[in-house]
């Protein structure tokens, strides 16, 4: 698989987990959403990480005198297609578990599910970004202390 296939399907199953945590969200407690929520937010972004580690060993040598050391290093790095390719499939699984694990957190402290409306397109487009704005939220929902 070249590296521009890996980064369309990779591309293809990000957006399937992404619609799948949102319709997780939408929907009523139950065996529905618990199959949504593992779906998109367990399976996809394990075999996201899996086709990284792929990428990682097909294009292991491919960049010479590249490392994370400086910028030039990782321009170096990313100046391979299977490593840049590698680098964007490395960041749709994690902004995929972030979004999985801001749904858990909402519904672990019973938060209102809107909050997520912003927070999950950000993340998937931006997301540091998005996960910024969840914490910033989640601050200002948080229910304060009853003092006795």
């Known amino acids: 698989m070249s590296p521009e296939q ?5 591309s293809i199953a990000a957006m399937l987990g992404w619609l799948l945590l949102v319709a997780a969200v939408l929907a009523p407690p139950g065996k529905a959403r618990n199959s949504l929520l593992w779906a998109g937010g367990r399976l996809v972004p394990l075999l996201l990480s899996a086709g990284y580690l792929a990428l990682l060993v097909l294009h292991w040598r491919s960049a010479p005198g590249g490392n994370f050391g400086s910028l030039d290093g990782v321009a170096t790095l990313f100046a391979s297609p299977g490593k840049l390719a590698g680098g ?3 960041f749709l699984a994690f902004d995929l578990f972030i979004g999985r694990w801001m749904i ?5 402290r019973s938060a209102p599910r809107w909050c997520l409306l912003p927070c999950l397109p950000l ?4 997301g540091p970004v998005g996960l910024l704005l969840y914490f910033g939220l989640r601050h200002s929902l948080a229910r304060p202390a009853i003092e006795n």
Request: glycine residues 0%; hydrophobic residues 65%; charged residues 10%.
């Open 6 to 10: 890996a980064f369309t399907l990779a």
């Open 88 to 90: 964007w499939v490395h």
């Open 104 to 108: 858990d957190d909402v519904l672990a």
């Open 123 to 126: 993340t998937f487009l931006y």
